[in-house]
């Protein structure tokens, strides 16, 4: 079907960028509608995936005015206990599930998430998912014959809720 292999970068992201105000505790970051911006630009995205747990996404709203295909690779919710998944609360990290349960949780995601990815016709994707996500999806499309690079958005400045200091250089 392609002659080169397809090239996807896996773009690890806090969860609490992705959408404002959807995600628990979000915030705004204009930095990174830049990273996503400048990544598209860079890499000549036609598609985006993101792991966006059925709701709307700077991400999204990104593909639809650069009218770049897009496709949340999370289950709907409501469907999501047919392929073994067994949290349907939307959320990415949900807060009532033990550590445990998410390791299961998201070992069942990540390969629905890979057979969507390699369904797809695009020449050079990008996939949005949480940080913890980066590694194992990286090496599950590497493993698909896709050429892979990753990258990461985790803004501590903006995510953390201690004051900031101010320097005082002299």
């Not at 295909?69 to 807060?95: M, N």
């Not at 990286?138 to 900031?164: E, M, N, W």
Request: net charge negative; with cysteine.
């Amino acid at each position: 079907m392609y002659s080169e292999p397809r090239r996807i970068l896996v773009l690890g992201a806090s969860h609490r960028v992705q959408g404002y105000p959807m995600f628990v505790g979000s915030v705004r970051d204009p930095g990174y509608l830049e990273k996503i911006r400048s990544i598209i630009a860079s890499e000549s995205i036609d598609f985006i995936f993101e792991e966006g747990s059925g709701f709307r996404t700077l991400a999204h709203d990104i593909a639809d005015e650069k009218s770049i295909l897009y496709l949340d690779v999370d289950p709907p919710r409501l469907e999501a206990h047919k392929f073994g998944i067994q949290d349907s609360t939307g959320q990415p990290f949900p807060e009532a599930i033990t550590d445990e349960q998410k390791v299961e949780e998201n070992a069942k995601r990540e390969p629905y998430w890979s057979a969507k990815i390699e369904q797809a016709q695009f020449r050079s994707g990008l996939l949005v998912c949480g940080y913890l996500h980066t590694l194992s999806m990286a090496i599950r499309l590497l493993a698909l014959g896709f050429q892979v690079t990753y990258a990461d958005y985790i803004p501590h400045d903006v995510l953390c809720s201690h004051p900031k200091l101010e320097s005082n250089h002299d």
